[in-house]
T-cell receptor, first 115, second 109 residues
Framework: GAGVSQSPSNKVTEKGKDVELRCDPISGHTALYWYRQRLGQGLEFLIY????????KSGLPSDRFSAERTGESVSTLTIQRTQQEDSAVYLC?????????????FGPGTRLTVL | RKEVEQDPGPFNVPEGATVAFNCTYS??????FFWYRQDCRKEPKLLMSVYSSGNEDGRFTAQLNRASQYISLLIRDSKLSDSATYLC??????????FGRGTSLIVHP
């Protein structure tokens, strides 16, 4: 079946612009996660959705970052007034059973470059 | 102490070698454990779950040592295609698993 998809695959933007990153999880997966991975670094947790609710937003690095999920499906991560330090790969993952913990399926990521 | 720690490597081994990685975790209440594989500029993919009794999948063997709070991954008969970063993942029963920073493996001819 279809896996997790993300769009765009690459995004180049100028400092100060807003960007929207999209994630389509696997159908039926109730849990959805966003991570950030800077070059050569590990995964940095950003936010988690259970259904359409985000019980844990603790990883969002600043108030320039926000995310929403609708229809227990697609999610959008928005970064306002982008800064150069926002440059990274943004990964989305979904999970069928959140209490199964680590069994996540990742999308291919969006590579964001802020000039 | 970090929640999940891994030796970043790189581990540089010849084809056919056996190599093992460890991953230590700090929370004794951790309940589930996994190894993921991440190829260069690709997304992480689940390699295998780690069960209390240990488990094997072809050339890969995973083990859990709860007393010492670590998990291990053993790769036998290494292939060039095994070159990747191996991520340890630990979950305490919450919705958010904790990823290690990964161990880099390079298999050379």
């Amino acid at each position: 079946g279809a896996g997790v998809s993300q769009s765009p695959s690459n995004k180049v933007t100028e400092k100060g612009k807003d960007v929207e990153l999209r994630c389509d999880p696997i159908s039926g997966h109730t849990a959805l996660y966003w991570y950030r991975q800077r070059l050569g670094q590990g995964l940095e947790f950003l936010i988690y959705f259970q259904g359409n609710s985000a019980p844990d937003k603790s990883g969002l690095p600043s108030d320039r970052f926000s995310a929403e999920r609708t229809g227990e499906s697609v999610s959008t991560l928005t970064i306002q007034r982008t800064q150069q330090e926002d440059s990274a790969v943004y990964l989305c993952a979904s999970s069928r059973d959140p209490l199964a913990g680590g069994e996540q399926f990742f999308g291919p990521g969006t590579r964001l470059t802020v000039l | 102490r970090k929640e999940v720690e891994q030796d970043p490597g790189p581990f540089n081994v010849p084809e056919g070698a056996t190599v093992a990685f460890n991953c230590t975790y700090s929370n004794s209440a951790s309940q589930s454990f996994f190894w993921y594989r991440q190829d260069c500029r690709k997304e992480p993919k689940l390699l295998m779950s780690v069960y209390s009794s240990g488990n094997e999948d072809g050339r890969f063997t995973a083990q859990l040592n709860r007393a010492s709070q670590y998990i291990s991954l053993l790769i036998r008969d290494s292939k060039l295609s095994d070159s990747a970063t191996y991520l340890c993942v630990v979950n305490t029963g919450s919705y958010i698993p904790t990823f290690g920073r990964g161990t880099s493996l390079i298999v050379h001819p």
